[in-house]
């Protein structure tokens, strides 16, 4: 009776702690280490927000036009662009020769003005005027067209244009900008074809246009 009494408890005991370890299985080793693992994720930190970059366009130069670019930035990705010039060209010298090879000067002009283009752009990039950029422009400008004489004309020069180009923020504060574009000018009052850099603001006519820009955002 008391043999058949120790089997009975055993065999009760036995079943006790397969049941605890059936509902409480012990975790492996792979499971420890990756219970203990340290999670190393940055986030990703956003560039220093900039609202406002002021420019000054020294290619503009070869066309005999100063311009300035205002590019607004109130939105990622969303930018409004104002750029005011002020152009000054004139015709180079011109001559013809008659029989005995005496020189006699064409009259010389000069074509002076200035205007404005607003226009926007989509900037891929965040916090700012960075990144690839595309986007419009409309082209106002009034200007006056002098002849050697002191005969003058004033006339209109309207268009748009289309650019795509790269802006970077060094250091978060200077402003690189490179790119390139088509535009469309026509003059309000035609006048005879003249020569480059007079003829981009004197001629109609569908043309190319270089970007490149230096200046300060903020």
């Known amino acids: 009776m008391m043999k058949r009494s120790w089997s009975l408890a055993i065999s009760v005991a ?5 049941a605890v370890a059936l ?15 340290v ?20 290619v503009a130069l ?9 590019i607004l930035v109130p939105t990622d990705h969303h930018a ?25 000067q064409l009259p010389r002009q000069t074509f ?22 595309f986007g419009p422009s409309l082209v106002l400008a009034d200007f006056v067209a002098e002849a050697q004489n002191g005969d003058t004309k004033n006339y209109l020069e309207l268009g748009a244009a289309v650019d795509i180009g790269f ?7 200077v402003s ?5 574009g088509l535009q469309y000018l026509a003059t309000s009052t035609t006048i005879p074809q003249q020569q480059f850099p007079a003829d981009v603001f004197a001629n109609s006519g569908l043309r190319p246009r270089a970007l490149a820009s230096i200046g300060f955002a903020f």
């Open 39 to 58: 999670d190393v994720t940055f986030a990703d930190t956003p560039p220093a927000r900039r609202w406002v970059a002021i420019e000054f366009n020294p």
């Open 176 to 180: 690189l900008s490179l790119g390139m």
């Open 80 to 104: 409004i662009v104002l750029s005011p010039f002020f152009a000054f060209t004139a015709t180079k010298p011109i001559y013809i020769y008659d029989a005995a090879a005496n020189p006699t």
């Open 112 to 133: 002076t003005g200035g205007g404005g283009e607003l226009g926007y752009r989509y900037y891929f990039g965040r916090g700012g005027p960075r990144g690839l950029f």
């Open 62 to 70: 070869i066309i005999d036009k100063i311009s300035l670019n205002v």
């Open 23 to 37: 509902a409480d299985p012990q975790p492996t080793q792979a499971e420890v280490h990756a219970s203990s693992a």
């Open 167 to 173: 802006q970077a923020l060094v250091l978060d504060r």
């Open 14 to 18: 036995i079943t006790a702690t397969s």
